[in-house]
């Protein structure tokens, strides 16, 4: 539809411009006057004006459109039949992924108290499968490590002391297991077992190959470490004075960069060192990335964040604070910003001379944050997806 090519566009683009802003306001007038449009095709525009197919997560669109095509009298009945045949044939891989993934996640929290964090591991395979979905590229390890990543998030947030923040990211920066003797026992034993889950996942990538295993201990450490960055802006009650300040600190803990490059490091050999060492400067495309998943998720769950916990600073608070402005008007210029980011996401997947497997997964990262955090945290209230998640898993086409 030429209100989904339109959200392809790029900076100063100012035809398609035009185009975005006259092909929305005419669909909204079509979907309004009951009627005008047959069921499916009502349907079919209610999706594109809510998220334009360019930046729709393809598994989930691929479950969607299916029974869609199934409709149409002018379908094909054979790429019908391939089409539900890879549906059904890459749900099963999912499926195995996942009870290996669950196995290993009841091992690694036995005998450790991890009540304080959100327990999430269908959808963070979900999340992943999301980014790479390739059923032949498995995404068990990339999940791994995401568990240890949204550990850090909810143990910085909400649960150690300062002191304790302290320690644990000095012991992880060094990773060093005497270090581990200052801190209280649950936290001196998840401590040991991630250092101890990492070094095997490490081993294993090594045993298969994997030119880029030594980074993983590398993201682990990252991000942990950008995570502890916010405990004194938490402290401080810091407010940052510009939206740009507080998204060089901000941007990080989205963890679309880390995403991005543990998908290119389950490639193995397929991407080079230069590819991944380039991701960790934050390049244009993880930048646009980063900045949609960083400023989407503060808008679905600043208030309630604000309000049930000490908890840094927003987007949204700042951009308030910036221009004065009341929370909706805050979010309306946040969501400017992040149609300023999908050009830049754009834009650099066009001029990038870099694999087009790498551009794919940083775009990916992208779709998947924007769906995650369409109309609530999905991650973390995730019931909101659990029909999603049941036609991922559960109900074959």
Not at 39 to 68: D, G, N, Q, W
Not at 249 to 257: D, E, F, G, H, L
Not at 326 to 345: G, H
Request: hydrophobic share 45%.
């Amino acid at each position: 539809m030429l209100h989904d090519a339109a959200h392809a566009r790029t900076h100063g683009e100012e035809i398609l411009d035009g185009i975005v802003a006259w092909s929305k306001s005419r669909l909204q007038s079509l979907v309004v006057q009951k009627n005008l449009l047959e069921p499916e095709l009502a349907e079919e525009v209610r999706c594109a004006l809510e998220t334009p197919r360019f930046r729709r997560v393809k598994r989930v669109e691929a479950r969607r459109y299916i029974p869609v095509y199934e409709k149409k009298s002018t379908r094909d009945e054979t790429i019908l039949e391939f089409a539900k045949l890879d549906y059904n044939i890459s749900q099963a891989i999912y499926c195995d992924e996942l009870k290996e993934l669950t196995i290993w996640w009841n091992d690694f929290r036995l005998h450790i108290d991890l009540s304080f964090a959100r327990d999430r591991m269908v959808e963070l395979h979900f999340w992943m499968l999301g980014v790479i979905h390739d059923p032949y590229c498995s995404r068990i390890m990339i999940v791994k490590i995401f568990v240890f990543i949204s550990l850090f998030d909810d143990l910085m947030d909400n649960y150690s002391t300062t002191e304790e923040s302290n320690v644990f990211t000095a012991a992880m920066e060094r990773w060093d297991e005497q270090m581990a003797q200052q801190l209280p026992a649950g936290l001196k034993a998840l401590l040991v077992r991630i250092f101890n889950a990492t070094n095997k996942i490490e081993e294993e990538l090594k045993l298969q190959g994997n030119m880029h295993a030594e980074l993983i201990k590398k993201m682990v450490i990252n991000s942990a470490k950008f995570y502890h960055a916010e405990v004194k802006w938490r402290d401080e009650h810091f407010v940052p004075t510009s939206l740009e300040e507080h998204l060089q600190k901000s941007i990080p803990t989205s963890a679309c960069m880390q995403m991005a490059n543990l998908a290119l490091v389950s490639l193995g050999n397929v991407t080079t060192r230069e590819d991944v060492e380039w991701v960790f400067t934050f390049p244009k495309i993880i930048r646009g990335a980063c900045i949609v998943g960083r400023i989407a998720n503060d808008i679905v769950s600043h208030e309630r964040e604000q309000a049930s916990s000490d908890h840094v600073a927003s987007t949204v608070q700042t951009c308030m604070k910036q221009y004065n402005v009341t929370i909706k008007e805050a979010n309306e210029k946040l969501r400017a910003v992040i149609e300023e980011a999908w050009m830049d996401i754009v834009q650099d997947s066009l001029e990038q001379e870099r694999p087009r497997a790498l551009l794919d997964i940083a775009i990916n990262v992208a779709r998947v944050a924007d769906f995650m955090y369409k109309r609530e945290d999905a991650y973390t209230l995730s019931f909101v997806i659990k029909d999603i998640i049941a036609s991922m898993y559960i109900y074959s086409v």
